[in-house]
Nanobody, 124 residues
Framework: QVQLRESGGGLVQAGGSLRLSCAAA?????????MGWFRQAPGKEREFVAA????????SYADSVKGRFTISRENAKNTVYMQMNSLKPEDTAVYYC????????????????WGQGTQVTVSS
């Protein structure tokens, strides 16, 4: 089991940047798992954003964020990151990190553990 805590969300103007972090809490570890970021805007379903495989050798991105967001991980620090550049108002959502499996899956069903989320708000 792994306990996940997201941080780094906030309010930013369109065109700005944020870096989200997701750290394993307590005596839990992300190293056995692939990691994903998902987001949920008000009134919408949770959607895939990005994922990275267990050892970081492969990544997946939603088309809407390709070229703007970058996912990375540091297993030694028990942390996964998502650098978000050129933010748009439509990126506004609660962002969740998740752990599960070994490949950079895009389906939330492939992930077993979820954090509580961090709010990202992009103003126009």
């Amino acid at each position: 089991q792994v306990q996940l805590r997201e941080s780094g969300g906030g309010l930013v103007q369109a065109g700005g940047s944020l870096r989200l972090s997701c750290a394993a809490a307590g005596r839990t570890f992300i190293s056995p798992y692939a990691m994903g970021w998902f987001r949920q805007a008000p009134g919408k379903e949770r959607e895939f954003v990005a994922a990275i495989s267990r050892y970081g050798s492969s990544t997946s991105y939603a088309d809407s964020v390709k070229g703007r967001f970058t996912i990375s991980r540091e297993n030694a620090k028990n942390t996964v990151y998502m650098q978000m550049n050129s933010l748009k108002p439509e990126d506004t959502a609660v962002y969740y990190c998740a752990a599960g499996g070994a490949i950079a899956a895009i389906s939330p069903l492939e992930y077993d553990y979820w954090g509580q989320g961090t709010q990202v708000t992009v103003s126009s």
